[in-house]
């Protein structure tokens, strides 16, 4: 691997680049970091693995993965790690990936049996954990409406757990056209509404939920946007019996989306 590349090195400063979604946006590619993240990557999609940068201590605490890595495993020291990690505790593995967006075309073209729609979804730590989420309910998509956060933010990527890998991913598509196209070849819109006129054990008991679906997920505060939510087949809500006020969005994605794993099968 030869001697460690520091801080200054090119190679490093151009994957530094990376952490800010212009940089990623001008270069097609975004880091995944620790060994969860880097193990999906290869394993997955190896073909968009650029390549991995590591630690000397993270490179023998990792050396059955890196063994088998099919790019360049590069040294790195701990200061240049640092400069590319967005954590407190640098993890010391990194990789650099090809972004892996799919044209919102695609889904017209073989719309999934449950897929999601985020429209102005802020927080790029919901951003990871709905796309985990979708990816354990056996989600085909992931869509990530114009204003939402980048999925290939440092957080988002840390809370997506390797999910980014499994699921295709649709950035800043405009989700109007997108409903209308879905519910033309047959898909059943629904948006997560927390004043929503039908009640999600309601959807499931009348078949709302059987698919396909497109789930269609707002801000966290202030929801779906009206016009959206009005465009959807049925604005659903998830009956709370107890005090709370709401749920966090990812918490209610999640009922949600599984609500929709067990109408499906």
């Avoid at 088998?68 to 990690?85: F, N």
């Avoid at 049996?113 to 951003?127: H, M």
């Avoid at 087949?233 to 009922?255: C, F, K, T, W």
Wanted: aromatic share 4%.
């Amino acid at each position: 691997m030869g001697e460690p590349l520091t801080e200054r090195s090119g190679r490093v400063a151009a994957a530094r680049r990376l952490t800010r979604r212009a940089g990623r946006d001008a270069a097609g590619a975004f880091l995944a970091e620790g060994r969860q993240a880097v193990s999906e990557a290869l394993a997955t999609a190896p073909g968009d693995v650029r390549e991995v940068f590591a630690t000397e201590a993270a490179a023998a605490a990792h050396a059955d993965l890196l063994a088998a890595s099919p790019v360049p495993v590069r040294l790195v020291t701990d200061r240049a790690a640092a400069g590319l990690s967005e954590t407190v505790t640098p993890q010391g593995l990194v990789a650099v990936c090809a972004l892996r967006d799919v044209p919102a075309g695609r889904l017209l073209d073989a719309p999934p049996p449950l897929a999601v729609g985020l429209a102005g979804l802020a927080d790029p730590g919901n951003a990871g954990t709905v796309l985990r989420t979708a990816d354990a309910c056996g989600a085909g998509a992931v869509v990530f409406g114009a204003g939402s956060a980048d999925p290939y933010g440092g957080k988002a990527v840390r809370s997506s757990a390797g999910s980014l890998f499994h699921v295709d991913v649709v950035r800043s598509a405009p989700l109007g056209p997108l409903v209308t196209g879905l519910q033309e070849r047959g898909v059943r819109v629904l948006a997560a509404d927390g004043g929503g006129e039908t009640g999600l054990d309601d959807a499931a008991a009348t078949g709302l939920l059987a698919g396909p679906v497109l789930w269609l997920f707002g801000n966290e505060a202030r929801g779906v946007p009206a016009e959206l939510a009005g465009a959807a087949d049925a604005r659903v809500r998830i009956p709370m019996r107890g005090r709370a006020e709401s749920l966090n969005l990812a918490a209610a994605a999640a009922i949600c989306l599984y609500a929709t794993q067990l109408a499906q099968g």
